[in-house]
């Protein structure tokens, strides 16, 4: 009898915690910016030949990255550690740095309305 509520407390336990993970990943989920608002502002960063330089471990850069939410893909964006020769050549030396087509460097997190300002392009309300 006792190794019957063992394997029922066990098992109430398990589901519990399965459901928790389950909810946890949905909240997550729901709050993910997955309307595209800065495609166009992200297309046109893109035109205007800015990109940028980071590392996935960076956690500026993901900063970075997600204030563009799913329009991100639209950036040009330079995975270092993967490009080690490239950033190297471009004179990267700290994560994101952003880079213009002139060559001119942007070290740092800058925000929508610093890569609106750097590019040129119209940052959307």
Aim: charged letters at 20%.
């Amino acid at each position: 009898m006792q190794e019957k509520k063992q394997i029922i407390i066990i098992s109430i336990v398990t589901l519990v915690v399965i459901l928790g993970v389950v909810l946890i990943g949905i909240n997550k989920n729901s709050s993910l910016d997955t309307s595209g608002k800065y495609d166009v502002f992200a297309k046109c960063v893109a035109s205007k030949g800015l990109t940028m330089y980071g590392a996935v471990w960076c956690p500026h850069c993901q900063n970075e990255k997600s204030h563009f939410g799913s329009s991100f893909k639209y950036v040009p964006y330079v995975e270092c550690p993967d490009n080690i020769k490239l950033c190297d050549e471009k004179g990267v030396v700290g994560f994101p740095t952003w880079i213009d087509s002139a060559g001119k460097k942007y070290e740092g997190e800058q925000g929508l309305a610093g890569i609106a300002k750097i590019s040129g392009c119209e940052l959307p309300q």
